[in-house]
Every structure is written in structure tokens, then in C-alpha cells.
């Protein structure tokens, strides 16, 4: 470690301090956490490499703070933290500026997370975390991309959704996969931002939609069961307030009740949607379920969580997939299985992969699970195959 390897944090937030530190920890970076000015110096020094801090508290406000740390001639780079108008922050900013501070960021809450750890990576850049590697992405084409929703090239791969405490299959969740002609088989990170950016996501929800229903009907006449189907619903298509009955009317022609479909939305996603909460309330009403997706990458979410008519949060797989190695990772799948029954959601997992994780998060009292350890995505007939091997195998 180098000798400036450490953060400070000064919030009187206690959800944001466990974040951040849960943050620094998966990334190998220290982080003491204070809430209380008295508190704060005492954990300043030579080593502190990066301070957070909050610029609205009770007992003294930041930039009280800010006059304190120039007076001492800080040399840490301090990232600017508030929930209140972001020119305040920029005010602060060139104030700790000329009092001889270096900021490196500002932050304006509620924050998403990666831009937190954005920042951190890049004030650490020496110490290289561990920050998830991402797939190269394909380069194809717009034309390609208008000419795939056109011909139809995208299909649906289904994953099981199990429950943690009996081993039933609950339901499945539908994932979008593109059959390119030249390319092969495409994942959805190579073109869901792609069509959302050519403003084509309508088109490619509702032909999703259909095909997802029309789908699962089928299986439900092969076993005689229907399965709970999970459907990844883009925010910009919620904004369409028609978006519920067009919804309706799409359940009734494939005769699949609402009480059966679950609209899953990401936590991230939410966010930017805060205001529209009517077309959630108008789905609900309706009686379609929603689950709140990749549920803890962006924290702002738990402040408004109770007001989101959700029945499910499912906990991202980034946390599952560390909680036995990284502890910051393991409070979180904990945080988040208390808050969701707190406020009466099932807590699904997903990203499970081995017998260890499926414990951990039994022992945890965590709902469903979803995972390589039971099933990949698989095309519907293997799925149905699938989910007959499956169901002999629960009989011995
Ligand atoms: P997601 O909704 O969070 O879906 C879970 C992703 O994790 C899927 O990736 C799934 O194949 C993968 N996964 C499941 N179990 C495991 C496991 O045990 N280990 C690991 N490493 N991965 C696992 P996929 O299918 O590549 O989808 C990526 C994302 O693309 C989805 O994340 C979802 O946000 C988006 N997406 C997929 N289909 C659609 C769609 O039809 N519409 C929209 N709007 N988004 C979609
Ligand atoms: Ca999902
Ligand atoms: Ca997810």
C-alpha cells in the first residue's frame, strides 16, 4: 500500500457511510467513517489519500470543515458530497479552491454508485481495485440493428427462479438474446443500450413482450403449469403513460393473468424515473407484480424505496457473486434481505453459482434464487425439457 491509500468519510448519513465503506472495501481501499466533526480530525493525517465530505450536517457544516482543512494545509483530495443544489456545490467548490484544497469531484446526491467508484479509481489509479472487467463490446452497426427488430432476429432465452426454502420452481425470467445472422448469437450488453440510443426500445419491448407470453403459454400447455414470467422492462418505455393498458391488453390476448407477470426495472433506472411513479401505481393497480432489478448498486433507491409499489427486490449478482470472499459485500446481500422483508418484498438472488452461495443465502433467509448453479438461460425448448428433468428429480 502507499503511504495516501486511505479515505476519510464525514456524513451524518449512516445508510451513505455504509455504503461507501461497503464501496472502498470491495475495491481494497480503507475508509474510516465519521459522522461527528471531533470525529472526523482525529482521523485525518499524512496518510489520508482521498476525503468525502458532506456539506449539509447538524453540528458544523462543511464548509466550516473546508476552512478547517486549509488552515492545515490538507493535502488530500477531497470529493464534495450534498443533496442540495448542485451551484452550492459548485460554490463550495471554488471556496475550497482558494483556500488552497484540491477537489477532484462533487457528487450531488442521490449519486449512483459506479460514479462514486469512478472517482475513487481513478484518485487510486496506483492501486489498481478490482473493479469488474468488462466484455469487449461487438462493433455492429445501426443498420444491422434496424434491420434485426424488421426480420424479427431477436429471440428469448428463459432462466428459472427457484424458491430458496422448498426447490420449487417459481417462475422464469425471459433474457433477450440476438440471433445475427453472421455474428452468431448475441447478449443483450452488445445491443439493449444500442436500441434504447436509436429509440427503437418501444418496438423491441412489445415484440419482447409478446413473444414472451405467446412463449410461456406454450410451455404452461406442455406441463400443465404456468410459470411466474419475468419480463426486463427499459424505464423509457414506463414513461408512455398508456404503457399499462397496452400491457393489459397484450396479458388478456395470450390469456395470461397480470398476477403472473412480473415487470422487472432496475434500481438505476428507477432513479431517473422518480417522478413518474403514476404509470408504476397504474401497472400495480392492474394487478402486474414489479421487482426492483440489480437492487444495490445505486444506493439513493433505499430512501424511496417504501414508495415504489414493488413486490420484489432482487439483490445484484456483483454482491452474491463475492459475499464469501469480500465482507463489504456480504453486509450488503444482508442489508438488502432485512430491508426487503422490512418493507414486505421477496428477496431474490441471482448471479448463484455454487452450493456455498446457495447456503449462505438460505442461512440469511433470502427468498428465490436464480443461477448458473441451477440453470443458464436456455432457448424454450430446453427449458421445457429442462423443467421436466427438474420436477422428476424434486419427486425422490
Ligand atoms: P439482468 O436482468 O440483471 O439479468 C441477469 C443476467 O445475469 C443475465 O445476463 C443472466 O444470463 C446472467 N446470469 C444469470 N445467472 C448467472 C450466474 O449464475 N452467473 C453469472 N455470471 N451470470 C448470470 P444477460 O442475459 O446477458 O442479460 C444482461 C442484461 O441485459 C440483463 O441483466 C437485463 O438488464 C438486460 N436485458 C436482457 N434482456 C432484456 C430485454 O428483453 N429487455 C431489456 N430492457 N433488457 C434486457
Ligand atoms: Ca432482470
Ligand atoms: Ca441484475
Known sequence: ?????????????????????????????????????????????????????????????????????????????????????????????????????TVVGHLQKPFP????????????????????QKEEQLEIPDEDLYRAIERKEFVLYYQPQINIATGVVTGVEALSRWNHPQLGLVFPDNFISRIENLGLMDNF???????????VRQFSRINGHLPRLAINVSVSSLRDLKFPD?????????????????????????????????VLTRLRMRNFQLSIDDFGTGYSMMKQLQNVPA??????????????SNHA???????????????????IAEGVETDEQLRMLRERGCDGVQGYLFSRALPPDELVEWLQNYRAQKLH
Not at 254 to 271: H, K, N
Not at 329 to 347: A, S, Y
Open 1 to 101: 500500500m502507499s503511504s495516501t491509500d486511505k479515505i476519510v468519510l464525514i456524513d451524518d448519513d449512516r445508510v451513505v457511510g455504509e455504503i461507501v465503506s461497503g464501496l472502498a472495501g470491495s475495491m481494497g481501499l480503507q475508509c474510516a467513517v465519521t459522522r461527528t466533526p471531533d470525529e472526523f480530525f482525529r482521523h485525518i493525517g499524512p496518510e489520508t489519500g482521498v476525503i468525502i465530505l458532506d456539506l449539509v450536517m447538524p453540528e458544523m457544516d462543511g464548509i466550516e470543515i473546508l476552512r478547517l482543512l486549509g488552515e492545515r494545509q490538507c493535502k488530500a483530495r477531497i470529493i464534495l458530497m450534498s443533496g442540495i443544489n448542485i451551484r452550492v456545490i459548485e460554490t463550495a467548490k471554488k471556496l475550497a479552491q482558494s483556500l488552497g484544497l
Open 113 to 132: 454508485i459506479p460514479q462514486l467508484q469512478q472517482m475513487l479509481t481513478a484518485n487510486f489509479s496506483g492501486e489498481k481495485p478490482d473493479s469488474p
Open 205 to 215: 419491448c412489445w415484440a419482447t413482450a409478446e413473444r414472451a407470453l405467446d412463449e
Open 246 to 278: 397496452i400491457f393489459m391488453n397484450l396479458a388478456r390476448k395470450y390469456d395470461f393473468p397480470a398476477e403472473r407477470i412480473v415487470l422487472e426495472i432496475t434500481e438505476s433506472g428507477l432513479m431517473e424515473f422518480s417522478l413518474a411513479l403514476d
Open 311 to 324: 413486490i420484489e427486490l432482487k439483490i445484484d449478482k456483483t454482491f452474491v457473486m463475492h459475499m464469501h
Open 329 to 347: 459485500d456480504l453486509v450488503m446481500v444482508e442489508k438488502i434481505i432485512e430491508m426487503g422483508h422490512e418493507l414486505e418484498m421477496e428477496v
